[in-house]
């Protein structure tokens, strides 16, 4: 590939603010914490869960520093970057802890700065300062475009969507593009349903009850501020084999605004956050995988091997070559877990384990540490074991949110239930594996699916103490000391 000017130039600014960030860390070190993981994976409840704990004395025994009291306070301050919302915490621990509601929805990055003020082992005072960056993990999913033409974009994801289940969902966008001649005029009106159409077909496979994960590119389903730009106005076109895109053509104009997306989405993200990250965690909903089906465990496979290769493009792209993305430590983390019985969270943890392995066992390169844990941020359940004739089904209690259905009943959001999720496989290759696949809700309905995860409320809390009742928690405070642990030595 050439080196293009556009490169060098922004090979230039990394470099400058390298050098400034570098600066800043030595009188006051800091680390950036990037949260990302696709739409409603959990980041915003993950991180005002993180932020309340810290301020407000969660129970963390294994987050060591915090455990055995070298954390002496936590504390929110500005943000140093102007141009990215604010992560609204306030907001949040008000839904969660008084309405007991769920954040609303959120597909914009956003930043707060939390400051440490911790003894190290030595006895010495120091402050650690941590910038937790949230961002969507659609726009992490762009980043292997960067190194594509648009050729290949558009024959890969022309040959993933004639997979099933995905084909029957793009049936209108292939009936359309069959219309198309890629070498013919360009033509704005067949550009725009094209692109229509294509939209229609990522977002029909997000749906929940096929859950598919890998659907580039991410700005399609959240444009933000790009909605209905020509960036935005392009699609995958049946092209030959070979060749390049005659002037004039539809094809040419595909390819000028697949570029385009490029330079006003792809690359901005990479410079302005992506590559300024030390650490990163990225939240995964396989749980709703689960309930979807074995297609739908496939692809979030196949998009977690997509994810690391992210930061092992990030090492060897050519904006790279001076200045490295400098992560050093992932986390998968399988959240909701409080969804499940706990005999069976190492058996979530398993099947992380296994989805991410194929793309672990070459990720040497990412020069990453990498772990994996099953979590849940806020624990909405208790457990219980409830009797079924002879048979003891190790159950969760809960209160359902209002509108969910379950045997026929639809939950007024005030009752609490016993349910019995499903039990995951001791073998975690039992779920990719073998004829023993499970049923989801891609393929059969809801009462005969294998697995129903149901949306329970935010737990009721206990008052306690002066600074408030603290939430519950499942793992977070072994997520916590993977992330931050050796920084507050
Ligand atoms: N039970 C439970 N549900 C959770 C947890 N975290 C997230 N959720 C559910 O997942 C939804 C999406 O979470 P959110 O943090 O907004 O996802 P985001 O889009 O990645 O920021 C929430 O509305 C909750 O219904 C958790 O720790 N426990
Ligand atoms: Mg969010």
């Given at each position: 590939?050439a080196?293009r ?9 990394l ?5 400034r ?8 070190p800091?680390?950036?914490?990037g ?8 980041k ?12 407000r ?7 060591e ?8 306070r936590?504390r ?8 990215v919302?604010r ?15 769920w954040?609303d ?36 999913l762009d980043?292997?475009l960067l ?31 069959a ?15 094209a692109?229509r159409?294509?939209?229609?077909y ?7 009850r ?24 392009f ?6 084999d ?16 697949y ?12 410079r ?6 030390d ?19 496939a692809?979030l496979?196949?998009?977690?091997a997509?994810?690391l ?27 909701k ?19 991410v ?8 390169d990412?020069?990453?540490?990498i772990?994996?844990?099953a ?15 002879r ?7 809960g ?6 259905i379950?045997n026929?009943?639809t ?9 019995f999720?499903?039990?995951l ?10 004829d ?17 995860f ?30 931050i642990?050796?920084?507050l030595?």
């Amino acid at each position: 590939m050439a080196l293009r000017f556009s490169d060098i130039v922004e090979e230039a600014r990394l470099t400058a603010r390298a050098l400034r960030d570098y600066g800043d860390a030595f009188f006051n070190p800091t680390v950036r914490l990037g949260v990302t993981g696709l739409s409603r994976a959990g980041k915003t409840v993950f991180i005002t869960a993180l932020i309340h704990g810290l301020s407000r004395g969660g129970r963390f025994p294994v987050f060591e520093p915090f455990a055995t009291g070298r954390i002496a306070r936590a504390r929110l301050e500005p943000q140093p970057d102007d141009a990215v919302p604010r992560f609204n915490y306030e907001g949040h621990v008000r839904t969660l802890i008084e309405a007991r509601r769920w954040p609303d929805s959120t597909v914009d990055i956003s930043e707060l700065r939390l400051v440490i003020d911790y003894q190290r082992r030595s006895g010495a005072d120091r402050t650690l300062t941590l910038d937790i960056v949230d961002y969507p993990g659609e726009w992490l999913l762009d980043l292997p475009l960067l190194h594509k033409s648009y050729e290949q974009w558009s024959h890969e994801s022309l040959a993933l969507s004639r997979e099933q289940p995905r084909s029957a969902l793009a049936t209108p966008w292939h009936a359309h593009l069959a219309t198309l001649n890629a070498s013919g005029r360009e033509d704005e009106q067949a550009a725009l349903a094209a692109a229509r159409l294509f939209t229609d077909y990522l977002r029909a496979c997000r749906d929940e009850r096929f859950a598919m994960s890998l659907l580039p590119p991410g700005r399609f389903l959240m444009p933000g501020n790009l909605v209905g730009s020509p960036a935005l106005t392009f699609a995958p076109l049946d092209l030959p084999d070979d060749g390049v895109a005659p002037e004039g053509s539809l094809w040419a104009m595909m390819v000028r605004r697949y570029e385009a997306y490029k330079d006003v989405v792809v690359r901005p993200f990479f410079r302005d956050h992506f590559s300024r990250l030390d650490r990163q965690i990225v939240l995964v909903d396989a749980l709703s995988a689960f309930n979807a089906g074995r297609e739908a465990l496939a692809d979030l496979e196949a998009a977690l091997a997509g994810i690391l290769d992210c930061f092992r493009i990030g090492r060897s792209t050519l904006l790279s070559t001076l200045f490295r993305p400098r992560i050093d430590r992932i986390l998968f983390a399988a959240a909701k877990a409080d969804h499940l019985h706990h005999s069976s969270h190492d058996r979530l943890e398993a099947v992380l384990r296994r989805a991410v392995a194929k793309a672990v066992a070459h990720a040497e390169d990412t020069g990453a540490q990498i772990d994996v844990v099953a979590l849940a941020a806020v624990r909405a359940t208790r457990e219980a074991t409830v009797a079924r004739g002879r048979e003891k089904l190790p159950s969760i209690l809960g209160t359902p949110a209002s509108g969910e259905i379950a045997n026929g009943e639809t939950f007024d959001g005030n009752t609490e239930v016993a349910t019995f999720p499903g039990d995951l496989p001791l073998d975690p290759e039992q779920l990719f594996t073998g004829d023993t696949a499970f049923r989801g809700l891609s393929s059969a309905a809801a009462d005969k699916a294998d697995f129903r995860f149901l949306r329970f409320r935010p737990p009721q809390l206990e008052n306690e103490g002066p600074d408030g009742p603290a939430l519950p928690h499942i793992r977070l405070d072994r997520a916590l000391q993977f992330l931050i642990g050796d920084k507050l030595q």
